[in-house]
């Protein structure tokens, strides 16, 4: 009886460590699904400007620079709990490679995502 009431206990318990282990995967997959989204935005964000810039007649790259750690805002204006680091980096004068990295922090770590792409002046 003792013997059966062990490996009970030791099934119960563990099946709540593999349900709880299931539920924080589950959570930090979804935080990071949410930053690819914001950094892919982002990313959206800037070609917006460059095309911009060409209907206005300017130069393809003006207005396009580096951002220092912002916090960003869900779409309803709420804050959320990442921000955002923009690098741009000039490889030649018809290039540029843009760098979005957002971080969050979640159950007591930093966690991050990057995205790299580049920039072309295809137009001209």
Do not use: H
């Amino acid at each position: 009886m003792i013997l059966a009431v062990f490996i009970l206990t030791i099934a119960v318990f563990s099946s709540y460590s593999l349900i709880q282990q299931t539920l924080i995967g589950t959570s930090l997959n979804q935080s990071k699904l949410v930053a690819y989204y914001f950094a892919q935005q982002e990313l959206e964000n800037i070609k917006n400007v460059r095309d911009t810039n060409w209907l206005q007649g300017s130069a393809w790259n003006q207005n396009i620079s580096s951002i220092s750690w912002t916090p960003l805002n869900f779409s309803d204006g709420s804050q959320s709990i990442f921000q955002k680091s923009i690098t741009v980096s000039e490889i030649s004068s018809d290039c540029l490679e843009i760098e979005v990295v957002i971080k969050w922090s979640e159950r007591g770590r930093e966690q991050s995502v990057e995205v790299i792409n580049q920039l072309y002046n295809w137009y001209e």
